[in-house]
């Protein structure tokens, strides 16, 4: 079974702060992603990436920046977090063109 | 005009019905479609992906229609357990877009 795992299910952070989101797969997947899902709104792609070291900017990258170090691990960033962050954030993996796989998740609340 | 569009819902019905939903979608070059199933305060998992000739799994059918750009879901015999939110995905080529998703109630 393809597992994702997401370093945290419940995040309070202040604004201002730096916030670390992290997101490990262990299928060997070469794609991986970052959402944040809004009621309303559905999912909204921050950025992917289709290989190591690699990234490429989603629809609403503002605010946010990627890490991927390693081919399981893809880190999302906050520099410095603000209220208009607060959501669910979804990683996800796949390989080229097939199904993704999503994350449990992390609530993100910024106050 | 959003990439996808659903109607929101919710659609409440008893179990045994059937249920239909539809999904627009603004790109024509899109190449693949699927829906996906969001359970509440869950992560969103695959329920079958749509192909041109359409295609059944077991109570669940999927029908596209390229030429109207839509896609269709519909669910027969529903029971308690379809209870969900289903999201329309369009793979448009570089990414998958979602749509914000149907709410469906199954009610006894």
């Known amino acids: 079974d393809v597992k994702v795992t997401q370093s945290s299910r419940y995040l309070v952070k202040r604004t201002g702060e730096k916030v670390f989101l992290e997101c490990v797969q262990d299928?060997?997947?070469?794609?991986m992603f970052w959402y944040r899902q809004d009621p309303g709104l559905g999912l909204r792609l921050i950025y992917f990436?289709?290989?190591?070291?690699?990234?490429e900017k989603g629809d609403i990258p503002e605010g946010y920046s990627v890490s991927r170090e390693k081919k399981e691990r893809f880190s999302l960033i906050l520099e410095s977090a603000s209220t208009n962050q607060t959501s669910m954030y979804l990683c996800?993996?796949?390989?080229?063109?097939?199904?993704?796989?999503f994350g449990p998740g992390t609530r993100l609340t910024v106050l | 005009r959003k990439e996808v569009e659903q109607d929101p819902g919710p659609f409440n019905v008893p179990e045994g019905a059937t249920v239909a939903f539809n999904c627009t979608y603004s790109n024509s070059a899109s190449q693949s479609f699927f829906w996906y199933r969001q359970d509440c305060r869950k992560e969103p998992k695959l329920l079958m992906s749509v192909y041109s000739s359409g295609n059944e799994d077991g109570r669940f059918t999927a029908q596209l229609n390229r030429a109207s750009q839509y896609i269709s879901l519909l669910i027969r015999d529903s029971k308690l357990s379809d209870s969900a939110t289903y999201l329309c995905v369009v793979n448009t080529g570089d990414k998958l877009v979602f749509g914000a998703g149907t709410i469906l109630r199954v009610k006894s």
């Open positions: 996800a993996s796949s390989l080229a063109g097939s199904e993704q796989f």
């Open positions: 990436s289709y290989d190591v070291k690699m990234k």
């Open positions: 299928m060997d997947h070469e794609n």
